[in-house]
C-alpha cells in the first residue's frame, strides 16, 4: 500500500507541475498582450505628436503669413495718409499723429516677423525718425512716401535707402 501512495504522490505532482506550467503560460500571454498594447500605444503617441508638430509648423506659417500682410497694410495706410497730409489746407498736426499712428501700427508687426530682423531695424529707425522729429520729417513728407513704396514693390534697396534717409536726419535738432 505504501507504494499505492507513491504512485498518487507522483500523479500529484505531475498534476501541479502541469498547473504551474499552466498558470506561467497565462503570465507569458498576459506579458504579451500587455507589451503588444504598450508598443501600439506608443506608435499611436508617436503619429499623434508629428501630426501636432506639423498643425503647429503650418499655423506658425499661416500667422507668419497674417503678419506680413499686417505689415504692408500699415505700410499702404501710412501712403495713404501721406497722400492726405500732402493734399491738406489744414489740420497738419491730425494727419501727422494719423501717419504717425500707421508707421507705429506697420512697426508693431514688423517685430512679430521672423527672419526680418535687418528690416525691423531699418523701419524702426524710420518710425523713431517720424515719432521724435516731426519738424524735419514733415517736410520730408514726398520722400519718405517713396520710400514706403518702394517697400510696397518689393524693391531690394528698400531697407538702405530708408538707412541712407534715416542718416540724413538731423539728430540733435532742427
Known sequence: ????????????????????????MGQEFLMRKKMLRAIVLSIVATIALIVFIALYIGETQRVQEEYKKQYLKGVESAIDDIDAYLAADGDYELMYRMILSDVSNANSYAFL?????????????????VLKYPEQTGEKMEEIQDLFEN???YDNEAYDKIDT???????KGF
Do not use: G, H, P, W
Not at 165 to 171: A, D, G, Q, R, T
Open 1 to 24: 500500500m505504501a507504494r499505492k501512495d507513491k504512485k498518487q504522490n507522483k500523479k500529484d505532482a505531475v498534476q501541479k507541475m502541469i498547473e504551474y506550467t499552466y498558470r506561467d
Open 113 to 129: 516677423l521672423k527672419n526680418f530682423e535687418r528690416e525691423q531695424k531699418s523701419f524702426n529707425q524710420i518710425y523713431t525718425v
Open 151 to 153: 517697400i510696397l514693390s
Open 165 to 171: 534717409f534715416v542718416e540724413s536726419i538731423n539728430k
